[in-house]
């Protein structure tokens, strides 16, 4: 039975009415491609995370894909991953033609464990692509001490994790050579450009690589062309790729990026209150804290579904929910029990253990900052009733 009169879905942008006007303005401008908007927010996005290079791209998948490829990374090369992901982290490393190596994660935390990727490093294994899941930063000393041992680059997919901090350092700030981190700001995430995405890292050489590559291998991008102070002759050094943001999507990010520690501050808030009124419900089990010292994003809030007491499954509870009116979500199916992925790691059931656990029994409720108390309480609501026997 439904008990809101609108539906409330799991996640919801907020973009005022400033940011509206931004857009307006570089429309009527006639500047809607990278431009210089596009490098202010470049800037401001350096200057929040503690990057000494921010470098936008069209997506988040971009940005693992140009990360991936500006390491050299290709035909032959292993790359280690978690099997806790969104497609983009494992298609990034077969786009550039090596091998996605899943290690397995940590079922308290869903974060890759340490222990894991080292016993995955092979003499083929060029770097690892930690993903912060939910926006709970991975155990990063662990996973620098690894790198640092055997050689290995390291690129953070951090799509989850604008805000978060680990032991006192927002992820995104300089970390040393070859390594690399990833945002996202699709529709869903802490911050949102439409779509879109920044890489963050201090190593210059990978930096410039990045700057070509995502503009074709062009050597200027068309602001330093077109612009009145341009000049029109550029040289194209390797074959690239079209990865760059609008200045239209920047005149969003700008906006957002002001507001981020606001939004954050109210998904904790959300996220508190499911934590209190949720805690003595049978039938689900909450997220745990991690060992380490860390600040979390909460860009989603992934409870399990306790299917063993309650008898149903997952998406049953999640047929459940939506017939009450509430949205929920997954993040993810564990990546190698989809068919594409299975081939590309040679991996099958059985093979992940704790991630397949988590794929199993994992859901999303609805978390956003425009969501009000009553939302949160509907919410609350709709999981006791789902779970009561």
């Not at 290079?53 to 050299?72: E, K």
């Not at 879109?196 to 990045?210: Q, R, W």
């Not at 590309?344 to 794929?359: I, Q, W």
Request: charged share 25%.
């Amino acid at each position: 039975m439904k008990m809101r009169k609108e539906f409330l879905p799991f996640a919801k942008p907020s973009v005022n009415e400033a940011a509206i006007a931004d857009i307006a303005d570089s429309i009527r401008k006639g500047w809607m491609a990278m431009g210089p908007k596009t490098i202010a927010f470049e800037k401001n996005f350096a200057g929040y995370v503690g990057a000494r290079y921010a470098l936008s791209v069209n997506s988040a998948t971009a940005g693992l894909h140009c990360s991936v490829m500006s390491l050299g990374i290709g035909a032959g090369d292993e790359v280690i991953t978690t099997p806790m992901t969104f497609a983009a982290t494992v298609n990034a490393i077969i786009f550039a033609g090596a091998k996605p190596v899943l290690a397995d994660i940590d079922r308290d935390t869903l974060n890759i464990v340490p222990e894991n990727i080292e016993r995955a490093i092979t003499e083929r294994t060029k770097a690892i692509i930690p993903v912060h899941f939910a926006g709970l930063p991975c155990d990063m000393d662990k996973i620098e001490a690894l790198a640092e041992k055997y050689g290995l680059a390291i690129v953070e997919d951090a799509a989850h994790a604008l805000g978060a901090e680990y032991k006192g350092r927002r992820i995104g700030a300089d970390r040393g050579a070859r390594h690399l981190s990833v945002f996202s700001f699709h529709p869903t995430k802490n911050i949102t450009t439409g779509e879109g995405g920044m890489i963050c890292t201090e190593d210059e050489e990978l930096a410039e690589k990045i700057m070509m590559m995502r503009q074709n291998g062009m050597s200027k991008g068309a602001w330093n062309r077109y612009a009145a102070s341009g000049n029109a002759n550029y040289d194209i050094f390797f074959p690239g790729l079209k990865y760059t943001m609008m200045d239209i999507q920047a005149a969003i990010g700008n906006s957002q990026l002001a507001e981020l520690d606001a939004f954050n501050s109210r998904r904790e808030e959300i996220v508190k209150y499911y934590m209190n009124e949720l805690s003595d419900v049978r039938g689900i089990i909450l997220p745990k804290r991690a060992a380490w010292d860390y600040k979390h994003s909460w860009h989603i809030f992934t409870p399990f579904v306790d299917t063993d007491y309650l008898g149903f499954s997952r998406d049953e509870f999640m047929s459940r929910m939506k017939e009450k009116n509430i949205g929920t979500a997954l993040h993810y199916q564990a990546i190698h029990l989809f068919t594409c992925y299975g081939k590309a790691t040679g991996m099958e059931k059985g093979s992940l253990p704790e991630a397949e656990y988590v794929s199993d029994r994992i859901v999303s409720l609805p978390l956003f900052p425009s969501m009000t108390d009553e939302d949160a309480r509907d919410v609350v609501t709709a999981v006791k009733e789902v779970c009561a026997k």
